[in-house]
Nanobody, 116 residues
């Protein structure tokens, strides 16, 4: 089992920055890929950014050039640096770890609110 705990959310004005952290514990060696997802009110959860098993990164078009995902080598921590925040970035942000067989681990989420 893997436990994921997010932190770093909060209220920020448009144009501001936040850094989200996700600390992983347990059998982190089983994590194959990592990512950040978000879910805005009334919308489906969507992928924000991910890191593949080979270290490759992928971003949603809406955050490219503004957000940066990084990870510790042992997959014990995952970060999301968010710059130039927009009101449409307001959402609950979830940390994800996925095993090779497809099983997902999720944190409880951290709320990001961007005011205009």
């Amino acid at each position: 089992q893997v436990q994921l705990v997010e932190s770093g959310g909060g209220l920020v004005q448009a144009g501001g920055s936040l850094r989200l952290s996700c600390l992983a514990s347990g059998s982190t060696f089983t994590i194959y890929t990592q990512g950040w997802y978000r879910q805005a009110p009334g919308k489906q959860r969507e992928l924000v950014a991910s890191i593949g098993s080979d270290g490759s990164v992928n971003y949603a078009d809406s955050v490219k050039g503004r957000f940066t995902i990084t990870s510790e080598k042992a997959k014990t921590a995952l970060y999301l640096q968010m710059n130039s925040l927009k009101p449409e970035d307001t959402a609950v942000y979830y940390c994800n770890g996925r095993r090779r067989g497809g099983m997902n681990y999720w944190g409880n989420g951290t709320l990001v609110t961007v005011s205009s």
